[in-house]
């Protein structure tokens, strides 16, 4: 079974930074794509960043140049970097990881979601 486990978010004045990383776990031979979402009180979920298996990157529009995601196939690992933090960037974040294959079929997860707080 994979499990996902991410870390780094907390409680940041507006303006500060924070990394998120998110690690994989299990019997797991490639990943296609991984990415960050997010999801603020009373709305949706949304994409934040996402990287796929070649380095490819997509960003939200309100990111606005302020993120950086990167991700280590070493270590299963995709990570957020979080400049210029603003209130309403506060959510919680989960990471998600694509075609994730260990042998039999490729399948998807979602990390349990860390909680980003953004003060003014």
């Known amino acids: 079974q994979v499990r996902l486990v991410e870390s780094g978010g907390g409680l940041v004045q507006a303006g500060g930074s924070l990394i998120l990383s998110c690690t994989a776990s299990?019997?797991?031979?490639?990943?296609?794509?991984m990415g960050w979402y997010r999801q603020a009180p009373g709305k949706q979920r949304e994409l934040v960043a996402r990287?796929?298996?070649?380095?490819?990157?997509n960003y939200a529009d309100f990111v606005e140049d302020r993120f950086t995601i990167s991700r280590d196939d070493a270590k299963n690992t995709v990570y957020l970097q979080m400049n210029s933090l603003k209130p309403e960037d506060t959510a919680v974040y989960y990471c998600?990881?694509?075609?994730?294959?260990?042998?039999?079929?490729?399948?998807?997860?979602w990390g349990q979601g860390t909680q980003v707080t953004v003060s003014s």
């Open positions: 299990g019997r797991i031979f490639t990943i296609s794509a």
């Open positions: 990287i796929t298996d070649r380095g490819s990157t």
């Open positions: 998600n990881m694509e075609r994730v294959w260990g042998g039999d079929r490729p399948a998807d997860y």
